[in-house]
């Protein structure tokens, strides 16, 4: 008995490793053999003894958070499951109230800077960057050209001067 119970197989049983053929075999020796039991018993006590030293205590405020959060999604599951309220509108027709109360508000966090757009508008803002830039193309060159027609004007003024003197 003190071969088996050395050999490991209690301590792979209670880190939850064994195969079902190993639980069936541990079963069936503890109920045989109480030494077998024991030694179990006294393993799970020393494994929590091990896991309560080792525990991390939580941040104070920590327990109120979650109760928060719990009753907070208490709440909201009441909300949802009220029955639906219909009023009757001016010409006779049911129609469903869908007032919310004020304080049915969802926080919104986004995990992402980027903005989501439609892709009709990918196609409208490639098409404005597209023409943008043919734009801004024509306007380096109309630019130039301004600037080659302006040199002209002067060497034509000073020949012209030339001339008359």
Known sequence: MK??????????????AA?????RELMY????????NEALK????????VAMNMAIVPPPGTWDKIEDEINDLIRR???????????????GYNRQQKTAPADQYIEVEGASSHMRLH???R??????????????????????ENRQAQEQIKE?????KELRR
């Open 29 to 36: 020796m503890k109920a045989k053999y109480p030494e077998v």
């Open 3 to 16: 071969d088996y119970i050395d050999s490991g197989i209690l301590e792979v049983f209670v880190m939850g």
């Open 77 to 91: 599951e009441e909300r949802l499951n009220k029955p639906v309220q219909f009023r009757t509108s001016d010409n």
């Open 119 to 121: 892709k009709s508008w």
């Open 123 to 144: 196609y409208v803002f490639a098409a404005i960057f597209v023409l943008g830039k043919i734009f801004l193309g024509f306007a380096i060159y109309f630019y130039l």
């Open 42 to 49: 006294q393993l799970e006590a020393d494994m929590e003894k």
């Open 156 to 160: 034509l003024k000073s020949e012209v």
């Open 19 to 23: 195969t079902e053929e190993e639980v």
